[in-house]
């Protein structure tokens, strides 16, 4: 099991920057691959933004030039840090951590609040 704790989350104005933290623990071994969701209210979960053990990197296209994923191996963390941020990026963010060769290992955080007021 691996267990996912996100931090970093509040209220922000339009423009505004925010980092988002992912510590995990536990049987950090088993996954190769962290990221970040959103969910807004009445919208499906969607990627944002996700990076490989060895640093490769995707971004959705609504958030690329504006985020920046990040992680450090040797703390287990994952890093968001959010430049640029709009109304629309409202949503809770939540850390996925999951092994890319095998779907059952796949955990989440319990989510951040993330608000940009315009």
């Known amino acids: 099991q691996v267990q996912l704790v996100e931090s970093g989350g509040g209220l922000v104005q339009d423009g505004g920057s925010l980092r988002l933290s992912c510590a995990a623990s536990g049987s950090v071994s088993t996954i190769n691959s962290m990221g970040w969701y959103r969910q807004a209210p009445g919208k499906e979960r969607e990627l944002v933004a996700s990076?490989?053990?060895?640093?490769?990197?995707n971004y959705a296209d609504s958030v690329r030039g504006r985020f920046t994923i990040s992680r450090d191996n040797a703390k287990n963390t994952a890093y968001l840090q959010m430049n640029g941020l709009k109304p629309e990026d409202t949503a809770v963010y939540y850390c996925?951590?999951?092994?890319?060769?095998?779907?059952?290992?796949?955990?989440w955080g319990q989510g951040t609040q993330v608000t940009v007021s315009s």
């Open positions: 990076i490989t053990s060895s640093g490769g990197t």
């Open positions: 996925n951590g999951r092994d890319i060769w095998y779907s059952a290992r796949n955990y």
